[in-house]
């Protein structure tokens, strides 16, 4: 089948995959600043295939409203051609139908093999699939061979490089377009060096580009990512921790203010009529340890996302956007 390729995946800068943070707002926002390819939060196959696709003229967005009527995954034209949505699977067809029902609107589909959380685990999902490289085939080779998009997995080490490299050749041989690489194991947390040097081995073994992840913890501004990817020694690099608390980390000019980002990703958040949780949840993990400052604790109590924008200045924005509107219940990417 003839790929539709609009991305591929060298020399790109990348939003990791973020579950409740990357909503539509956060993935414009790091576009905007300069990321050059956005994954969606992973949505699990089960969910997906039950998400009904609506066009939402009136924000200029395709929806996808899950069993409940709440927006699963909302995307825009503006991200088209950058937008990966990540799946979390233990079936080859159950992946295919999740896949399918988004290809029209997303440039890649990436499968999540990494997840250490027990739900994942236990449903066979995320990390499980590492210890079963026959169902990673399985699921790999009936997307990549079924879809017009680009197909990729972002996969966490194993404890050893061998069978790491033993994985990442069963994984290059399914067709797949790249391989997001954690330099982690599943029992890793975050606190762990990042095993760069996995990741480099990996880079030198694949033909098919690598993404490198799990730099964030040495990441403090722009030219950071580059000594990260040179380590590497990857054509990618994927950033999670970085910008989920500062996305301008993205921007070649330098970082911006906590509240110049935060003032940003309210404004997308009001036109594009996100839901409250979502929004207070990533401006509580814009804020970090200012969470316990009054505007912080404020922030925490609001109830509506005006109350939020409010606490920083954008109470007119908000108006000026919803005077028209009759805002639907359903809004919630959450
Ligand atoms: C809040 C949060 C949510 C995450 N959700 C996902 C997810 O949905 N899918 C996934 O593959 N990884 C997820 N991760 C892991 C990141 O994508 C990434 O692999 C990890 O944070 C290491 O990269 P970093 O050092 O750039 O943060 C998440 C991480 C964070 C901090």
Known sequence: MTKKIFNNYCDKIILAPMVRINTLPMRLLALDYGADLVYSEEIIDHKLIKCKRIVNDALGTIDYLDAEDKVAFRTCDIERDK?????????????????????????????????????????????????????????????????????????????????????????????????GVHGRTKDERPQHKNRNDFIREISRYLSIPVIANGGSGDIKCYDDIEVFRRQTEASSVMLARAPESNCSIFRKDGLLSMDEVISDYLKYSIEYDTNINAVKYGVQHMMGSYQATPRGKACLRSISVREICNLWDLSDYYDEYNKDSISPSNSAES
Do not use: H
Request: proline content about 4%.
């Open 83 to 179: 937008v990966i949505v990540q799946i979390g699977t233990a079936d080859p067809e159950r992946a295919l139908k999740a896949a399918k029902l988004v290809e029209q609107d997303v440039s890649g589909i990436d499968i999540n093999m990494g997840c250490p959380k027990g739900f994942s685990i236990k449903g066979g999902m995320g990390a499980a699939l590492l210890k079963k490289p026959e169902t990673v085939y399985q699921i790999l080779t009936t997307l990549t061979s079924n879809l017009s998009i680009p197909v990729t997995c972002k996969i966490r080490c194993l404890s050893s490089l061998e069978n790491t490299l033993e994985l990442v050749k069963i994984i290059q041989s399914t067709g797949v377009s790249a391989i």
